[in-house]
């Protein structure tokens, strides 16, 4: 099994020959990750959008330019992976097809078990036959982009599809693809109601999603001063950003995109965080959780506490143990665990 096999496949039609792709074709890869050995045909004109930040700097450190996501168009070739949820890869292979030019060509790739089986009956809907091959149970499914092909009015209504809007009666707005798009996760619940109205001074939300948890922290503790919000989805982020500003009066919010297992900035008072543990396509990713729980412990100042929750079967209680003085459990209910920990006075 590859590393990353959705990324190998994608290619494939591109190393068969199946797809040509000129020298100095202007080559647009969204969703992009690094791994692949990226063709060299077109490494001058390759454009790579990732809004996540791991991807993001795994591809910066390939030494490719990424930006976020690009208002250009009229691309050669457009290569996508397209993410999990289903409205969500709607939308990415809608845009796909509106940001290649007439007689170019979209490639798409995805696991079957992530969207893969679906890929060819989407691609086709939107732009006509598409020729597909499977490989490390992995679908790519490739089409060339006849301007009477395209259904532009399908197109458009596809990517719309992970517009941002309101959720729970207004109270949030947000968006298809991001962390529980339009509810309130269990776990975050729980966290929620044992977050104590004595939290002061400057705090950091690890991994801040749309800003459920910063949320409830500014609404319950009058005496934060400032809280920083750290998110590796810019998506997400940017809904954390719009969901915040109207309860931070007085509050210095800030929000950074980042990778929080590379390190954060601090030193900060308290952190909360709901750790992921489903990366890369892969769940029980426990190890992005301890490194949530090194930087938290690294970013606190001495005697700073840390709230956090967790599903109560993920291995975190020893990599506590190791960075923080003490730790307890507040809560172990419907499956997930709430942890206090105090960083030592002395470190
Ligand atoms: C379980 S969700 C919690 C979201 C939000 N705090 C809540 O309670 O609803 C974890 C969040 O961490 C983000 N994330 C995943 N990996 C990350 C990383 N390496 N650095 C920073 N954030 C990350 C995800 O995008 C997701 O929004």
């Known amino acids: 099994m590859t590393s990353d096999p959705a990324l190998e496949t994608l290619f494939l039609p591109l190393e068969r020959g199946e797809v040509a792709c000129a020298p100095g074709a202007r080559v647009l890869f969204s969703r992009a990750r690094a791994g692949a050995p990226l063709h060299p045909l077109f490494e001058a004109g390759l454009n790579c959008e990732q809004s996540f930040a791991p991807d993001r700097d795994a591809l910066t450190r390939a030494g490719h330019d990424v930006v976020a996501e690009t208002d250009a168009s009229g691309f050669d070739l457009v290569l996508v992976l397209p993410g999990r949820q289903r409205q969500e890869a709607r939308a990415q292979l809608a845009r796909a097809v509106s940001k290649v030019k007439p007689g170019g060509v979209v ?8 969207g893969g089986k679906t890929l060819e009956a989407d691609l086709s809907a939107l732009a006509g036959p598409v020729e597909k091959l ?19 009015a399908l197109v458009a209504d596809w990517a719309a599809l992970d517009a941002v809007r309101p959720i729970l009666d207004g109270a949030f707005v947000s968006r298809p693809g991001v962390f529980a798009w339009d509810r309130i996760d269990p776990a975050s619940v729980l966290l929620i109601r044992h977050l104590p109205e004595t939290l002061s001074g400057k705090g950091a939300d690890l991994g801040a999603g749309i800003g459920v948890l910063a949320r409830a922290v500014l609404e319950r503790a009058p005496k934060v001063t400032a809280l920083d919000l750290y998110e590796a989805e810019k998506r997400a982020l940017d809904l954390a950003e719009r969901n915040l500003r109207p309860s931070k009066d007085g509050v210095r919010l800030t929000g950074i995109w980042s990778d929080v297992t590379k390190g954060i900035e601090g030193p900060y008072d308290f952190i909360v965080m709901n750790p992921p543990f489903h990366q890369g396509g892969r769940a029980d990713r426990a190890d992005v959780g301890q490194g949530f729980i090194r930087a938290a412990a690294r970013g606190l100042r001495p005697g700073g506490t840390l709230y956090m929750v967790a599903n109560r079967h993920l291995p975190y209680e020893h990599n506590l143990a190791e960075v923080f003085a003490t730790h307890q459990m507040l809560a172990d209910e419907s499956g997930y665990k709430v942890i206090r920990a105090v960083k030592a006075k002395g470190r």
């Not at 798409?108 to 078990?113: D, E, L, M």
């Open 107 to 114: 490639i798409a790739a995805a696991a079957n078990t992530e």
């Open 134 to 152: 499977s490989k490390h149970k992995c679908r790519a499914v490739w089409v060339r982009v006849e301007e009477a092909a395209r259904d532009a």
